[in-house]
């Protein structure tokens, strides 16, 4: 089962576990993690988070979510959480927020 992990740039991380993979925002909607989201729909960046561990327990990440990156110039390790899904199985994902705007 993965386990997520939140951590802001300021304050106290948050765990949460994702039993089956699936969507990271359904993941940070149900424990209340210190991702910011506007439009969920690929289209504003605002939900970007850096993958500090786990990059490969997450599905590629699709063309709508690609573009959106781009437009922001983020390097790899950028995803969108509204679009990251994660795969199931054990392991372990660390994801900061980026906060930049
Ligand atoms: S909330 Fe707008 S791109 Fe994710």
């Known amino acids: 089962m993965p386990t997520i992990v939140f951590e802001?740039?300021?304050?106290?991380?948050k765990t949460a576990e994702a039993p089956e993979g699936g969507a990271v925002?359904?993941?940070?909607?149900?424990?209340?993690?210190?991702?910011?989201?506007s439009c969920r729909s690929a289209s504003c960046g605002t939900c970007r988070v850096e993958v500090l561990e786990g990059a490969n327990l997450l599905l590629a990440p699709e063309d709508e979510e690609l573009?959106?990156?781009?437009?922001?110039?983020a390097p790899k390790?950028?995803?969108?959480?509204c679009c990251?899904?994660?795969?199931?199985g054990?392991?372990?994902i660390r994801l900061r927020p980026i906060n930049d705007y």
């Open 77 to 81: 390790t950028h995803r969108l959480a």
């Open 90 to 92: 054990p392991g372990k």
């Open 25 to 37: 925002a359904d993941i940070c909607d149900a424990h209340d993690a210190p991702v910011p989201f």
């Open 8 to 13: 802001p740039p300021t304050g106290a991380p």
């Open 67 to 73: 573009d959106i990156l781009d437009m922001f110039a």
């Open 84 to 88: 990251a899904k994660m795969k199931a």
